[in-house]
Protein backbone atom coordinates (compact mmCIF):
# COMPACT_ATOMS: atom_id res chain seq x y z
CA UNK A 1 0.00 0.00 0.00
CA UNK A 2 1.08 3.63 -0.89
CA UNK A 3 0.95 6.86 1.51
CA UNK A 4 0.14 8.84 -1.12
CA UNK A 5 -2.90 9.61 0.22
CA UNK A 6 -1.35 11.37 2.91
CA UNK A 7 0.92 13.30 1.25
CA UNK A 8 0.16 16.90 1.06
CA UNK A 9 -0.82 18.68 -2.03
CA UNK A 10 -0.43 22.47 -3.36
CA UNK A 11 -3.06 24.31 -5.76
CA UNK A 12 -2.01 28.22 -5.77
CA UNK A 13 -2.45 29.51 -2.51
CA UNK A 14 -4.48 26.40 -0.97
CA UNK A 15 -1.65 23.66 0.89
CA UNK A 16 -3.42 20.82 2.00
CA UNK A 17 -1.82 17.98 4.55
CA UNK A 18 -3.23 15.41 2.75
CA UNK A 19 -5.47 14.52 -0.40
CA UNK A 20 -8.69 13.30 1.31
CA UNK A 21 -11.59 16.00 0.94
CA UNK A 22 -14.98 16.41 2.82
CA UNK A 23 -16.87 16.75 -0.54
CA UNK A 24 -19.94 18.91 0.30
CA UNK A 25 -23.17 18.42 1.11
CA UNK A 26 -26.11 20.53 1.40
CA UNK A 27 -28.00 20.69 4.33
CA UNK A 28 -31.81 21.71 5.49
CA UNK A 29 -31.55 24.56 7.77
CA UNK A 30 -28.33 26.08 8.08
CA UNK A 31 -29.06 29.63 8.46
CA UNK A 32 -30.77 31.82 11.07
CA UNK A 33 -33.41 34.50 9.99
CA UNK A 34 -30.66 36.59 8.53
CA UNK A 35 -28.90 33.90 7.03
CA UNK A 36 -25.87 33.53 9.51
CA UNK A 37 -24.36 30.14 9.61
CA UNK A 38 -25.75 28.01 12.69
CA UNK A 39 -23.72 27.33 16.11
CA UNK A 40 -24.27 23.41 14.94
CA UNK A 41 -23.04 23.78 11.67
CA UNK A 42 -20.02 25.48 12.97
CA UNK A 43 -19.42 22.23 15.58
CA UNK A 44 -20.33 19.87 12.22
CA UNK A 45 -17.68 21.16 10.43
CA UNK A 46 -14.77 21.21 13.05
CA UNK A 47 -15.80 17.73 13.66
CA UNK A 48 -15.25 16.42 10.44
CA UNK A 49 -11.68 19.07 10.42
CA UNK A 50 -10.63 16.78 13.80
CA UNK A 51 -11.33 13.73 12.11
CA UNK A 52 -8.52 14.15 9.64
CA UNK A 53 -9.65 15.40 6.00
CA UNK A 54 -7.29 17.92 4.29
CA UNK A 55 -10.20 19.95 3.08
CA UNK A 56 -13.95 20.46 3.69
CA UNK A 57 -16.27 21.93 0.79
CA UNK A 58 -19.20 23.30 3.10
CA UNK A 59 -22.60 23.27 1.73
CA UNK A 60 -24.19 25.34 -0.76
CA UNK A 61 -24.29 29.20 -0.01
CA UNK A 62 -26.50 30.83 -2.61
CA UNK A 63 -25.30 33.97 -4.30
CA UNK A 64 -28.27 35.30 -5.03
CA UNK A 65 -31.95 35.69 -3.22
CA UNK A 66 -33.52 34.53 -6.63
CA UNK A 67 -31.55 31.29 -6.45
CA UNK A 68 -31.97 29.35 -3.46
CA UNK A 69 -34.05 26.26 -2.67
CA UNK A 70 -34.61 27.49 1.23
CA UNK A 71 -34.47 30.39 3.16
CA UNK A 72 -33.47 28.02 6.16
CA UNK A 73 -30.01 28.11 4.70
CA UNK A 74 -26.93 30.15 5.30
CA UNK A 75 -26.13 32.46 2.40
CA UNK A 76 -23.81 35.06 0.93
CA UNK A 77 -26.23 37.52 -0.60
CA UNK A 78 -24.73 40.54 2.08
CA UNK A 79 -21.42 41.32 3.51
CA UNK A 80 -23.36 41.26 7.07
CA UNK A 81 -22.40 37.55 6.82
CA UNK A 82 -19.10 37.90 6.78
CA UNK A 83 -18.54 37.46 10.58
CA UNK A 84 -20.06 34.26 11.39
CA UNK A 85 -18.44 32.64 8.33
CA UNK A 86 -15.12 33.91 10.25
CA UNK A 87 -16.46 31.97 12.53
CA UNK A 88 -16.59 28.92 10.91
CA UNK A 89 -13.24 29.21 9.13
CA UNK A 90 -11.39 30.14 12.62
CA UNK A 91 -12.53 26.76 13.90
CA UNK A 92 -11.74 24.63 10.91
CA UNK A 93 -8.17 25.80 10.72
CA UNK A 94 -7.84 25.14 14.58
CA UNK A 95 -8.59 21.84 13.91
CA UNK A 96 -5.74 21.71 11.23
CA UNK A 97 -7.67 21.63 8.42
CA UNK A 98 -8.57 23.60 5.10
CA UNK A 99 -12.25 24.95 4.17
CA UNK A 100 -13.64 25.90 0.68
CA UNK A 101 -17.44 27.35 0.19
CA UNK A 102 -19.13 26.02 -2.04
CA UNK A 103 -21.47 29.09 -4.34
CA UNK A 104 -24.39 28.05 -6.03
CA UNK A 105 -27.63 29.45 -8.07
CA UNK A 106 -30.14 27.27 -7.88
CA UNK A 107 -31.98 28.44 -11.15
CA UNK A 108 -35.16 26.96 -12.72
CA UNK A 109 -35.91 24.91 -9.40
CA UNK A 110 -36.15 27.75 -6.77
CA UNK A 111 -39.23 28.88 -8.84
CA UNK A 112 -40.90 26.50 -5.99
CA UNK A 113 -39.18 29.15 -3.34
CA UNK A 114 -39.98 32.44 -5.57
CA UNK A 115 -44.00 31.41 -6.31
CA UNK A 116 -44.51 32.43 -2.96
CA UNK A 117 -43.32 36.43 -3.62
CA UNK A 118 -45.08 36.23 -7.19
CA UNK A 119 -41.28 36.17 -8.16
CA UNK A 120 -40.51 33.70 -11.77
CA UNK A 121 -36.99 31.75 -11.47
CA UNK A 122 -34.38 31.73 -14.21
CA UNK A 123 -33.17 29.38 -16.48
CA UNK A 124 -31.43 28.77 -19.83
CA UNK A 125 -34.76 28.27 -21.45
CA UNK A 126 -37.86 27.67 -20.93
CA UNK A 127 -38.57 23.85 -22.06
CA UNK A 128 -41.38 22.17 -19.75
CA UNK A 129 -40.92 18.78 -21.40
CA UNK A 130 -37.49 18.56 -20.18
CA UNK A 131 -36.76 15.87 -18.61
CA UNK A 132 -35.37 17.10 -15.38
CA UNK A 133 -38.36 19.36 -15.27
CA UNK A 134 -40.69 16.67 -15.55
CA UNK A 135 -40.37 15.32 -12.16
CA UNK A 136 -43.17 15.68 -9.26
CA UNK A 137 -41.08 17.54 -6.79
CA UNK A 138 -40.87 20.37 -9.74
CA UNK A 139 -42.69 23.52 -9.28
CA UNK A 140 -43.38 25.28 -13.38
CA UNK A 141 -42.41 28.86 -12.57
CA UNK A 142 -39.88 29.76 -14.44
CA UNK A 143 -38.59 31.65 -17.68
CA UNK A 144 -36.05 32.06 -19.77
CA UNK A 145 -32.78 34.53 -18.64
CA UNK A 146 -32.60 37.80 -20.35
CA UNK A 147 -29.27 39.83 -21.00
CA UNK A 148 -29.70 41.65 -17.61
CA UNK A 149 -30.61 38.46 -15.68
CA UNK A 150 -27.60 37.05 -16.46
CA UNK A 151 -24.73 40.13 -15.93
CA UNK A 152 -26.71 39.92 -12.33
CA UNK A 153 -26.16 36.14 -11.70
CA UNK A 154 -22.09 36.59 -12.61
CA UNK A 155 -22.03 39.68 -10.67
CA UNK A 156 -23.52 37.87 -7.81
CA UNK A 157 -21.10 35.26 -8.04
CA UNK A 158 -18.37 37.50 -7.76
CA UNK A 159 -19.38 39.29 -4.95
CA UNK A 160 -19.76 35.94 -3.46
CA UNK A 161 -16.11 34.83 -3.81
CA UNK A 162 -15.37 38.06 -2.57
CA UNK A 163 -17.08 37.90 0.40
CA UNK A 164 -15.36 34.09 0.97
CA UNK A 165 -12.39 35.37 0.67
CA UNK A 166 -12.74 37.71 3.47
CA UNK A 167 -14.34 35.45 5.68
CA UNK A 168 -11.10 33.59 6.01
CA UNK A 169 -11.62 30.22 3.30
CA UNK A 170 -8.97 28.73 1.99
CA UNK A 171 -10.98 28.64 -1.76
CA UNK A 172 -13.91 28.33 -3.70
CA UNK A 173 -15.88 26.07 -5.28
CA UNK A 174 -18.73 26.72 -7.80
CA UNK A 175 -20.99 24.19 -7.95
CA UNK A 176 -21.35 23.77 -12.02
CA UNK A 177 -22.89 20.12 -11.52
CA UNK A 178 -26.66 18.53 -10.17
CA UNK A 179 -29.79 20.79 -10.60
CA UNK A 180 -28.21 24.26 -10.46
CA UNK A 181 -28.20 27.22 -13.34
CA UNK A 182 -24.78 26.13 -14.26
CA UNK A 183 -26.11 22.26 -15.69
CA UNK A 184 -29.32 23.98 -17.20
CA UNK A 185 -27.02 25.69 -19.63
CA UNK A 186 -24.69 23.50 -19.97
CA UNK A 187 -27.21 20.74 -21.04
CA UNK A 188 -28.78 20.50 -24.81
CA UNK A 189 -32.13 19.24 -23.01
CA UNK A 190 -32.60 22.44 -20.84
CA UNK A 191 -30.29 24.98 -22.99
CA UNK A 192 -32.24 25.27 -26.43
CA UNK A 193 -31.36 29.13 -26.97
CA UNK A 194 -30.06 30.53 -30.29
CA UNK A 195 -28.05 33.66 -28.40
CA UNK A 196 -24.34 34.08 -27.22
CA UNK A 197 -25.72 31.64 -24.03
CA UNK A 198 -26.31 28.90 -25.96
CA UNK A 199 -25.94 26.55 -29.19
CA UNK A 200 -22.98 24.78 -29.53
CA UNK A 201 -20.68 23.90 -26.65
CA UNK A 202 -18.71 26.90 -26.67
CA UNK A 203 -21.84 29.15 -25.98
CA UNK A 204 -23.18 26.55 -23.05
CA UNK A 205 -20.26 26.97 -20.88
CA UNK A 206 -19.93 30.84 -21.64
CA UNK A 207 -21.91 31.61 -18.16
CA UNK A 208 -19.15 29.06 -16.78
CA UNK A 209 -16.64 31.67 -17.83
CA UNK A 210 -17.86 35.23 -17.34
CA UNK A 211 -18.73 33.64 -13.85
CA UNK A 212 -14.49 33.01 -13.92
CA UNK A 213 -13.77 36.30 -14.72
CA UNK A 214 -16.30 37.99 -12.53
CA UNK A 215 -14.78 36.00 -9.44
CA UNK A 216 -10.81 36.59 -10.34
CA UNK A 217 -11.82 40.15 -10.36
CA UNK A 218 -12.84 40.37 -6.91
CA UNK A 219 -10.31 37.49 -5.72
CA UNK A 220 -7.30 37.96 -7.88
CA UNK A 221 -4.80 36.03 -9.56
CA UNK A 222 -3.88 33.63 -6.47
CA UNK A 223 -7.40 32.53 -4.52
CA UNK A 224 -7.76 28.83 -5.58
CA UNK A 225 -11.06 28.51 -7.51
CA UNK A 226 -12.47 25.04 -8.24
CA UNK A 227 -15.60 23.71 -9.89
CA UNK A 228 -18.19 20.99 -9.26
CA UNK A 229 -18.70 20.26 -12.55
CA UNK A 230 -21.37 17.78 -14.13
CA UNK A 231 -19.72 16.19 -17.15
CA UNK A 232 -22.98 13.67 -18.12
CA UNK A 233 -26.57 13.15 -16.88
CA UNK A 234 -28.00 10.17 -16.93
CA UNK A 235 -30.94 10.47 -18.87
CA UNK A 236 -31.86 9.97 -22.76
CA UNK A 237 -30.87 13.41 -24.60
CA UNK A 238 -28.80 14.57 -21.58
CA UNK A 239 -25.44 15.63 -21.90
CA UNK A 240 -22.90 13.40 -23.04
CA UNK A 241 -19.79 12.56 -21.60
CA UNK A 242 -18.14 13.62 -24.62
CA UNK A 243 -18.98 16.92 -24.77
CA UNK A 244 -18.98 17.09 -21.05
CA UNK A 245 -15.36 15.75 -20.80
CA UNK A 246 -14.89 18.58 -23.73
CA UNK A 247 -16.29 20.91 -21.12
CA UNK A 248 -13.41 20.06 -18.52
CA UNK A 249 -11.23 20.64 -20.70
CA UNK A 250 -12.66 24.41 -22.01
CA UNK A 251 -12.81 25.25 -18.25
CA UNK A 252 -9.79 24.61 -17.26
CA UNK A 253 -7.98 26.41 -19.68
CA UNK A 254 -10.34 29.15 -19.26
CA UNK A 255 -8.25 29.48 -15.53
CA UNK A 256 -10.57 27.05 -13.11
CA UNK A 257 -7.25 25.48 -10.93
CA UNK A 258 -9.39 22.23 -10.13
CA UNK A 259 -12.46 20.32 -11.52
CA UNK A 260 -14.31 18.17 -9.03
CA UNK A 261 -16.06 15.20 -11.62
CA UNK A 262 -19.64 14.77 -10.52
CA UNK A 263 -22.83 14.43 -12.92
CA UNK A 264 -25.40 17.52 -14.06
CA UNK A 265 -29.13 17.52 -13.66
CA UNK A 266 -30.34 14.80 -11.38
CA UNK A 267 -33.42 12.29 -12.60
CA UNK A 268 -35.96 10.94 -11.16
CA UNK A 269 -34.77 8.01 -8.75
CA UNK A 270 -31.50 8.02 -6.78
CA UNK A 271 -29.46 5.98 -9.02
CA UNK A 272 -29.95 8.41 -11.70
CA UNK A 273 -28.46 11.18 -9.13
CA UNK A 274 -25.03 11.57 -7.62
CA UNK A 275 -25.43 9.87 -4.39
CA UNK A 276 -26.86 6.42 -5.59
CA UNK A 277 -27.80 3.47 -2.87
CA UNK A 278 -26.68 0.45 -2.05
CA UNK A 279 -22.95 0.92 -1.91
CA UNK A 280 -22.47 -2.06 -0.37
CA UNK A 281 -19.13 -3.73 -2.49
CA UNK A 282 -15.86 -2.25 -3.95
CA UNK A 283 -17.26 -3.06 -7.35
CA UNK A 284 -20.19 -0.31 -6.73
CA UNK A 285 -17.98 2.11 -5.90
CA UNK A 286 -16.51 5.32 -7.53
CA UNK A 287 -19.17 5.19 -10.05
CA UNK A 288 -17.36 8.46 -11.64
CA UNK A 289 -14.29 6.84 -11.21
CA UNK A 290 -13.83 6.50 -15.17
CA UNK A 291 -14.95 10.00 -15.81
CA UNK A 292 -12.60 11.67 -13.57
CA UNK A 293 -9.63 9.47 -14.69
CA UNK A 294 -9.87 10.34 -18.58
CA UNK A 295 -10.55 14.21 -17.57
CA UNK A 296 -7.18 13.68 -15.35
CA UNK A 297 -5.31 12.04 -18.24
CA UNK A 298 -6.05 15.29 -19.71
CA UNK A 299 -3.53 17.57 -17.33
CA UNK A 300 -5.98 18.61 -15.51
CA UNK A 301 -6.47 18.58 -11.43
CA UNK A 302 -9.13 17.01 -10.15
CA UNK A 303 -10.79 16.07 -7.33
CA UNK A 304 -12.89 12.04 -7.28
CA UNK A 305 -16.18 11.65 -6.17
CA UNK A 306 -18.93 9.02 -5.97
CA UNK A 307 -19.58 6.59 -3.73
CA UNK A 308 -16.48 5.75 -2.31
CA UNK A 309 -16.35 3.77 0.75
CA UNK A 310 -12.90 1.80 1.23
CA UNK A 311 -8.98 2.38 1.43
CA UNK A 312 -8.50 -0.55 -0.69
CA UNK A 313 -10.38 1.05 -3.77
CA UNK A 314 -9.28 4.78 -2.98
CA UNK A 315 -5.61 3.50 -2.21
CA UNK A 316 -5.53 1.63 -5.76
CA UNK A 317 -6.79 4.91 -7.67
CA UNK A 318 -4.60 7.29 -6.43
CA UNK A 319 -1.45 4.39 -6.80
CA UNK A 320 -2.84 4.81 -10.60
CA UNK A 321 -2.93 8.27 -10.60
CA UNK A 322 -6.10 8.96 -11.88
CA UNK A 323 -6.94 11.93 -9.59
CA UNK A 324 -5.17 14.19 -7.38
CA UNK A 325 -8.10 14.55 -4.79
CA UNK A 326 -10.60 11.76 -3.19
CA UNK A 327 -13.48 13.52 -2.21
CA UNK A 328 -15.66 11.72 0.34
CA UNK A 329 -18.89 12.61 1.77
CA UNK A 330 -21.56 10.21 3.32
CA UNK A 331 -19.05 8.24 4.69
CA UNK A 332 -17.84 10.90 6.68
CA UNK A 333 -21.46 12.33 7.45
CA UNK A 334 -21.85 8.96 9.31
CA UNK A 335 -18.16 8.70 10.58
CA UNK A 336 -16.19 11.89 10.50
CA UNK A 337 -13.01 9.88 12.20
CA UNK A 338 -12.68 7.64 9.57
CA UNK A 339 -10.02 9.36 7.66
CA UNK A 340 -7.65 9.28 11.33
CA UNK A 341 -8.68 6.16 11.68
CA UNK A 342 -6.96 5.27 8.46
CA UNK A 343 -3.82 7.59 8.70
CA UNK A 344 -3.31 5.09 12.14
CA UNK A 345 -3.46 2.07 10.13
CA UNK A 346 -6.66 0.74 10.81
CA UNK A 347 -7.93 0.44 7.05
CA UNK A 348 -11.58 -0.23 8.05
CA UNK A 349 -14.31 0.35 5.37
CA UNK A 350 -16.66 3.40 6.19
CA UNK A 351 -19.84 1.56 7.80
CA UNK A 352 -22.09 4.20 5.25
CA UNK A 353 -25.13 1.87 4.64
CA UNK A 354 -25.63 4.55 1.59
CA UNK A 355 -29.16 4.84 2.90
CA UNK A 356 -29.66 8.34 2.41
CA UNK A 357 -31.82 9.35 5.44
CA UNK A 358 -28.97 11.97 6.27
CA UNK A 359 -29.83 13.84 2.66
CA UNK A 360 -33.80 13.02 2.80
CA UNK A 361 -34.44 15.07 6.32
CA UNK A 362 -32.99 18.09 3.72
CA UNK A 363 -36.79 17.73 2.47
CA UNK A 364 -38.17 18.78 5.86
CA UNK A 365 -35.20 21.51 6.39
CA UNK A 366 -33.63 18.87 9.29
CA UNK A 367 -29.94 19.15 10.21
CA UNK A 368 -27.68 17.29 8.13
CA UNK A 369 -26.14 14.28 10.08
CA UNK A 370 -26.83 10.75 10.31
CA UNK A 371 -29.98 9.44 11.44
CA UNK A 372 -28.52 5.81 11.95
CA UNK A 373 -25.47 7.32 14.29
CA UNK A 374 -26.60 9.44 16.84
CA UNK A 375 -22.84 10.26 17.84
CA UNK A 376 -22.23 12.14 14.74
CA UNK A 377 -24.53 15.24 15.30
Known amino acids: MSDILFQSFICKNLTLK ?18 NLLDREIERYAAVARGGVGLIETGCFGVHPHGVSSLAKAHLFYDSIVPSLRQLTDRVHAEGAKIAAQIYHYGAPAGALLKEQGIQAISASKIDSAYPYRKPSFVNNYREATEQDLQKVIAA ?13 DAVVVHGSHDTILSQFLSPVTNQRKDQWGGDLANRVRLHIEILKSIRRQVGPDFCVIIKLGVMEPFVDGLSFEEGKEAAILLHRAGYDMIEISQGQNGFNWEETCVRQKINSPELEGYFRRYCREIHAEGIPTIMTGGLRS ?48 LMAIIDNKPLKCYLNLSSG
Open 18 to 35: NRLVFAAADGGSTGDSKG
Open 157 to 169: FGEAARRVQQSGF
Open 311 to 358: YEVVDEIMQQHETDLIGLCRPLIRDPSLISDWQKGNHRKSNCTSCNQC
